[in-house]
């Protein structure tokens, strides 16, 4: 007897074609096993209420409260001239503060005659200020009486009540009620986890997880549920990731060895310095996966100068010396320039095969990009077709059906999360045998995050700063607190140009947008301010006519012509520019060694792991470099701590850390991958690592011993949901 369908079952069928239509249309929920897997966010207990003195403004919120007062006014309006216009003025109160609901005409009759005061409700709607006063007007409100018969004691006799995630068309306890519908369905609930593992873990079974989520009598109810669905999360993601990397481990590859004095011998020959230990041992792992006859999948981090390129470099040549031909794709046009000048800079006469004058194990280095001309893109990938090009750098351009290769043995991706699993696996389709593949990132990923978004990649770490790399010094500015402390920010810059060096001055905005009136509202912590990000214009305008008169500025933004941007790039870089005033557009791939200072304005506007990079442009010579963050935040915000943080380590695993714990992971995620985010309900990637990393243990054996889980017809169901999850993300996005 098949026990699938009781959860497959349309919710349309089981709660009528209006609810059904809200909640697929505004929550994604479609079957009963949605509905039953909709987690409550919280829990109220009876007695122990909302804070009404901490509502969040504009927000739809659900509070338990009693009513202290009630008044019906009537008054005369356009509608009503005869003074029969009623308005109904509820206060309510939960003992940390006072509410007043609003309702008017026609809707008043009926909360009139329930909403006495004493009592006791729940109110839902959106929070709004009136006269300087928090208010709901037209809230839906649901009344709290265990002594009514008609309404379900059951309901109300848990002390715990559940609040959904819920939106303005269906209210939390019009969820807690389809959810009490649906709730029975949950005995047939087919198990994921394996028997053992859940008898060896003390975990309860998954139709006693969701009963307990949804109906908790105790906070330890909760704590069991909790326990249990995290494992049923971690354990089925990591088995489709021990899946992929169980099937990546099967495909066939051309082992990739380098000729001893090959091009690689004759590259390391010309390194004007020696591989600092850490580029050695990565080194050596790739070598040792290319060198098998199953394609290799490693994910490189490493911090922003800690010469990744130069490891990916060595990895393409020796795959060139193997015969085979390398790849290289970053997310944009610029970072695919500036890497094709980087490693023909690298590569010197190495990189000019089959031009006169190049050296004899020299190689074709080519680029090729959307915007490049008709004739240089044929050229390309004609060199690319013959075997001519042993390496290419390029954007996606690359993945496009008529790109052919010759014998593509080795796909570097530069900055991962820019790119998704099925655009890997295009550019893998390329060769005539799986490639293998490198995923390099220089956002630092904890090992957490790393083994959920990136499960099915070998991770290899740098984590030195090559010889020669100079530390850099950051401090907070707190502008507003202490503005002699701006004034030295300034002092120090003049200082560094005095000694021969350059500046970039960062701001968060360009500074001739209009300003969008709807935007103007900001959050609370921006309402304390009330002032615009400061802006590149103005702020250049500003120095170069005060604090650094006399200095050669300039400023740079995204919507520059691009020819105007590289002109002022190649100033810079030429160091005829003391001071660049810049937006974000320097955060990536931007070298001139000679700039050692930058100063952040409104740094708190920024992340955590933003500035980290920002500040990684700086210090990139022998002389040190500084990093300043002003910023008028006041010191007890968590913007304050934010930069403190940042100031007080260079180590971007630890701030990404610290980033984690201050964001949800979903941002995180979110930028990952498709799939890993919407997958995660109560699995939290930071708190929750012990179960990520034993989950993945138990995913990788079991899928060893059973790659088809046989045996296990509850996991493969879990598997195929959350895999059409997966597609169905990449499809939206594709």
Not at 668 to 687: C, D, F, K, M
Not at 721 to 727: G, K, P, T, V, Y
Request: proline share 6%; hydrophobic share 40%.
């Amino acid at each position: 007897m098949d026990l699938v369908p009781a959860l497959q079952e349309p919710l349309k069928k089981v709660l009528g074609p209006a609810t059904a239509k809200v909640m697929a249309e505004h929550l994604g929920l479609h079957t009963v096993g949605d509905l039953l897997h909709h987690y409550p966010r919280r829990y109220e207990e009876r007695g122990q209420l909302t804070h009404l003195a901490d509502l969040p403004m504009d927000e739809h919120v659900t509070v338990v409260a009693m009513v202290a007062d009630a008044r019906l006014h009537t008054f005369a309006s356009a509608k009503a001239p005869r003074g029969k216009g009623q308005r109904l003025e509820v206060t309510i109160t939960d003992g940390s503060g006072r509410l007043q609901l609003v309702f008017f005409g026609n809707g008043v009759h009926k909360p009139h005659k329930e909403l006495l005061p004493g009592t006791r409700a729940m109110f839902a709607g959106k929070v709004s200020v009136f006269n300087r006063r928090l208010q709901l007007a037209h809230p839906a409100y649901e009344l709290l009486r265990g002594d009514d018969p008609s309404e379900s004691v059951e309901t109300w006799a848990g002390a715990l009540i559940p609040l959904y995630p819920a939106t303005a068309k269906l209210e939390s306890w019009k969820i807690g009620k389809a959810v009490q519908t649906v709730l029975p369905s949950a005995q047939e609930a087919l198990d994921p986890l394996p028997p053992a593992l859940r008898e060896g873990r003390g975990l309860v079974s998954l139709p006693e997880a969701l009963l307990k989520i949804h109906r908790p009598h105790t906070k330890a109810d909760i704590a069991a549920a909790r326990d249990r669905l995290k494992w049923d999360e971690a354990f089925v993601l990591q088995v489709a990731l021990a899946r992929r990397r169980h099937a990546d481990a099967l495909l066939p590859a051309v082992a990739r060895k380098p000729t001893p004095d090959g091009l690689l011998t004759a590259f390391d020959d010309r390194l004007p310095f020696t591989l600092t230990d850490g580029q050695q041992k990565v080194s050596k792992e790739i070598f040792d996966d290319l060198a098998t006859e199953h394609p290799m999948h490693r994910l490189l981090q490493g911090e922003v100068g800690s010469g990744k390129t130069l490891v990916a470099l060595r990895a393409m040549l020796a795959v060139v010396d193997a015969a085979g031909q390398a790849a290289m794709l970053a997310p944009t046009e610029v970072l695919a320039q500036q890497h094709h000048r980087s490693i023909t800079e690298m590569m010197g006469e190495l990189a000019e095969g089959g031009m006169l004058g190049g050296a004899e194990h020299a190689t074709k280095v080519v680029l090729l990009t959307g915007s490049m001309g008709t004739a240089a893109r044929r050229q390309a990938m004609l060199d690319l077709v013959t075997g001519d090009a042993g390496i290419v750098i390029g954007t996606h351009a690359l993945i496009e059906d008529k790109v052919q290769f010759h014998d593509l043995g080795l796909v570097v991706v530069d900055e991962q999360h820019r790119f998704g699993v099925e655009q890997r696996d295009a550019l893998r389709g390329k060769g005539k045998q799986p490639p293998h593949l490198l995923v390099m990132t220089a956002t630092p990923i904890p090992r957490t995050v790393a083994m959920t978004v990136f499960g099915d990649l070998e991770t290899s770490v740098l984590d030195q700063l090559p010889a020669g790399r100079s530390p850099i010094a950051t401090h907070v500015v707190p502008a507003a607190d202490k503005p002699h402390f701006l004034a030295r920010a300034w002092e120090r810059v003049r200082e560094e140009v005095g000694n021969g060096h350059q500046a970039y001055v960062v701001c968060p905005r360009i500074g001739d947008e209009e300003e969008d009136p709807r935007k103007a509202k900001k959050s609370a912590e921006d309402e304390a301010e009330k002032r615009p990000p400061l802006a590149v214009l103005d702020v250049a305008d500003h120095l170069a006519k005060g604090p650094l008169s006399g200095l050669k500025v300039e400023v740079l933004h995204g919507r520059m012509h691009p020819d105007d941007k590289d002109a002022v790039m190649r100033r810079f870089a030429a160091g005829e520019t003391d001071v660049l005033v810049a937006t974000t557009v320097i955060e990536v791939g931007v070298n001139v060694p000679n700039a050692t200072a930058m100063v952040i304005m409104d740094a708190d506007r920024f992340g955590v792991s933003q500035l980290h990079q920002l500040r990684g442009r700086v210090g990139r010579g022998s002389a040190p470099g500084l990093c300043l963050l002003v910023t008028e935040m006041p010191e007890a915000s968590p913007a304050r701590q934010r930069l403190t943080a940042v100031a007080s380590t260079l180590d971007g695993f630890e701030l990404s850390r610290i980033d984690l714990e201050q964001r949800r992971e979903g941002d995180v995620l979110g930028q990952a991958q498709s799939g890993a985010r919407s997958s995660l309900r109560v699995l939290a990637v930071i708190e929750d690592e012990e179960i990520i990393a034993e989950a993945r243990d138990e995913a990788t054996a079991l899928v060893a011993d059973d790659p088809e889980l046989t045996n296990l017809p509850g996991l493969r169901t879990a598997l195929d949901a959350l895999l059409d999850e997966e597609r169905e993300q990449y499809l939206e996005k594709g």
